[in-house]
């Protein structure tokens, strides 16, 4: 069955350390993967995309990792500010006829002063 | 476990035609949030509902309207289809404090 997992569910951190959020996937045949930052109530915003051949890409403080063996990456945060409160999500997109999305439930992150 | 569901899954219109989007949230859950997602682009959030009452409201053009109906399905309405509003529509649903769940979207073409 395709699916992605996040973990963890939520995570409170204090502002300026480091944090590192994972996903696991079981979509099959792989097209890519996201990684998104969504604001209570808002629409997603794409962090970084990754293929099959990509193992690391940044984005500012955002880096993440694609191990496309183990079908995992994860999405490492630095220096932790205020406004990376939210909720981060994981989507990889299948190959298939209509490039479905699966979506990950995502990670709350909830920065503290 | 259940699953966010939308129908139809897909959906072919002509231009001004009107077309309705149907989204059946995860049970218990009490929130509804509506996307769209053309090719190549992220989501962008059109309108979300909290207890069957709009609570926030995105880019969502005055031809569409969208409701939560007292079983917590929500209804996304979209009239005079133009050809630009060919693209995934995403709904999602949340409990309060809780995780947002994706339903495997709807995708809409106009001709």
């Known amino acids: 069955k395709n699916q992605v997992e996040q973990s963890p569910q939520s995570l409170i951190i204090l502002e300026g350390k480091n944090c590192t959020l994972q996903c696991n996937y079981t979509v099959s045949p792989f097209s890519n993967l996201r990684w998104y930052k969504q604001d209570t109530g808002r629409g997603p915003v794409s962090l970084t995309i990754m293929t099959f051949s990509e193992n690391t890409k940044s984005n500012g403080r955002y880096t993440a990792t694609l191990d496309a063996d183990t079908k995992q990456s994860s999405l490492h945060i630095t220096a932790s500010q205020l406004s990376d409160s939210a909720s981060y999500i994981c989507v990889v997109t299948r190959e298939d006829s209509n490039y479905q999305l699966i979506w990950g439930a995502g990670t709350k992150l909830i920065i503290k002063p | 476990a259940a699953g966010v569901i939308q129908s139809p899954r897909h959906l072919i219109k002509e231009k001004r035609e009107t077309a309705t989007l149907k989204c059946y949230p995860i049970p218990r859950h009490d929130t509804v949030y509506w996307y769209q997602q053309g090719p190549g682009q992220d989501p962008q959030f059109l309108i979300s509902?909290?207890?069957?009452?709009?609570?926030d409201k995105g880019s969502i053009p005055d031809r569409f309207s969208a409701q939560q109906f007292s079983d917590y399905h929500s209804e996304l309405n979209m009239s005079s289809l133009e050809l630009g509003d060919s693209a995934l529509y995403f709904c999602?649903?949340?409990?309060?404090?809780?995780?947002?769940?994706f339903g495997p979207g709807t995708r809409l073409t106009v001709t």
């Open positions: 509902f909290y207890e069957k009452m709009q609570s």
């Open positions: 999602a649903s949340m409990r309060t404090f809780g995780e947002q769940y």
